[in-house]
């Protein structure tokens, strides 16, 4: 099992920054895909942004320019950096990590963002 905990999350203006993260826990060998999700009141979650264990990333169009996805040293951490931040980015952001071998996948808690206009 893997245990994702995501945290930096918060209330922001539009134009600000937050900076996400999430960490890994327990089994964390094989992690190949991390991303974060996002879902805002009353609409199916979304992918925001992926990172591959090569570091090859790939974003929604709607984030494109303004968010940075991100690994730590140790792999067992992703970065979400976001910037140029709208209330249309209001959402609840989830951790994502995905195993190939098994296809198993694991889910984050979630952290509240909000961007006031």
């Known amino acids: 099992q893997v245990q994702l905990v995501e945290s930096g999350g918060g209330l922001v203006q539009a134009g600000g920054s937050l900076r996400l993260s999430c960490a890994a826990s327990?089994?964390?060998?094989?992690?190949?895909?991390m991303a974060w999700y996002r879902q805002a009141p009353g609409k199916q979650r979304e992918l925001v942004a992926t990172i591959s264990s090569r570091e090859n990333t790939n974003y929604a169009d709607s984030v494109k320019g303004r968010f940075t996805i991100s690994r730590g040293d140790a792999k067992t951490t992703v970065y979400l950096q976001m910037n140029s931040l709208k209330p249309e980015d209001t959402a609840v952001y989830y951790c994502?990590?995905?195993?190939?071998?098994?296809?198993?996948?694991?889910w984050g808690q979630g952290t509240q963002v909000t961007v006031s206009s």
């Open positions: 994502n990590a995905k195993k190939y071998y098994d296809y198993s996948e694991y």
């Open positions: 327990g089994s964390t060998f094989n992690i190949n895909a």
